[in-house]
Each structure stands twice: as C-alpha cells, then as structure tokens.
C-alpha cells in the first residue's frame, strides 16, 4: 500500500511568511509524528497526534508552530512568521499504535 | 532526559568488510529501539526493530542487538556494499510505545568500492 507522504517536497519562502506543510498518513495508522531535522542536527519531536486524544505540543519550539490533525488522517504543520532558523527538513511519521513509525520523505523548508 | 549517542560519527570502509555501528542510551527504561537509514535528501527507511524484551534482530545482512541494562546497542553489518553508504539512525521508544522517538545523530558510513 502506499506509505506516508508529504507536500511540498521542497518549499522556499520570505522570512516572515506563514507557511503550511502537509502530511499523509498510512491510511489506518491512528498516531502521527512531526519531527524536524536541522543541518547537524538529529532529529528532534515537534507534535505528536495520537486518536482522538488531545496532541502533545511538547516539542513545538515555539507559538509561531502549530498543527492540527483533521479527520484523523491528514495532518498540516503551520508555521507562523518564519525565521532564519526555521529552515530545516520536516519530517512526518506515522504508526499504528505503539509500533514501528514509518516516515515520509520530508519537506524541505528554506527561509531567505 | 533521554540522550542517545551515536559513535563513530562516520565511518569509511572498504567493500566486503563487516562493521559495526554503535547506540548508546542513557536511560534503560525503553520500549523499544529502531534502527533506520537515510540516504542523502530521502526520509527514513526502518530497518530493525527491537522490542524491549527482546536481544536482537536480523534482516538479511543486517543485525541489531539490544542490552538494555547497559543502555546500548548495536548494528552489525555483514559483508558491506557501497549501496550500505548512508547515514544511520538509532532512536528509541519510550513508555508504552506511543510516544515519539528519541533519535541519536546518526552514523554516517561509506562503503568504497
């Protein structure tokens, strides 16, 4: 079946936009994970969906972040004011309970 | 907190040789661990995964074991090919499971022909 997928694959934005990622989960998968992954760095939690339970916001590095799971399927990852620092590869992962995740290909985000 | 530490940071070896890659975690009380590559500009591809209860995992030419008390594991790969040059990732899972990884840096190793 077809994995995780993300949109855009690449995105480059002004400083200051907002910008909106997207997340496809494996259909069925009832938890989704955003990660970030910065140049030298490891891979760090952002948001974490899991049901209907309320998300864990634990990771976000700041208000400028929020996401929103729809459905429980299709997760947006928002960005508000970008900065500098907020370029990074984005990435999305899924699982079906506490099982293996199984991430996307990521969205790569440049702030000029 | 949970740390995980990846050591070397790169690796180079020469075909058909076996190697080994390191993990190490700080706090034993895990769920599980996983072991994922990434090639250049792709995502994560999983390649083992441990469960707690577990000692290891093979997949072909791949081997991960897990000593949870000492807080460390490892990935043995057999017979390397210079498809194998990747960054690997080490993360754990905490809890029950649900809960996001905690990953380590990475390896990042090349394989020359």
């Known amino acids: 079946g077809a994995g995780v997928s993300q949109s855009p694959s690449n995105k480059v934005t002004e400083k200051g936009k907002d910008v909106e990622l997207r997340c496809d989960p494996i259909s069925g998968h009832t938890a989704l994970y955003w990660y970030r992954q910065s140049l030298g760095q490891g891979l760090e939690f952002l948001i974490y969906?899991?049901?209907?339970?309320?998300?864990?916001k634990s990771g976000l590095p700041s208000d400028r972040f929020s996401a929103e799971r729809t459905g429980g399927s299709v997760s947006t990852l928002t960005i508000q004011r970008t900065q500098q620092e907020d370029s990074a590869v984005y990435l999305c992962?899924?699982?079906?309970?506490?099982?293996?995740?199984?991430f996307g290909p990521g969205t790569r985000l440049t702030v000029t | 907190k949970q740390e995980v530490t990846q050591i070397p940071a790169a690796l180079s070896v020469p075909e058909g040789e076996n190697l080994v890659l390191n993990c190490s975690f700080t706090d034993s009380a895990i769920y599980n661990l996983q072991w994922f590559r990434q090639d250049p500009g792709k995502g994560l591809t999983s390649l083992l995964l441990i469960q707690s209860s577990q000692r290891e995992q093979t997949s072909g030419r791949l081997n991960a074991s897990l000593d949870k008390s000492s807080g460390r594991s490892t990935l043995y790969i057999a017979a390397s090919q210079p498809g194998d040059s990747a960054t690997y990732l080490c993360a754990v899972g905490e809890n029950s499971g649900n809960t996001p990884l905690v990953f380590g840096k990475g390896t990042r190793l090349s394989v020359i022909a």
């Open positions: 992962a899924s699982s079906l309970g506490p099982r293996k995740q199984y």
């Open positions: 969906f899991q049901g209907n339970s309320a998300p864990d």
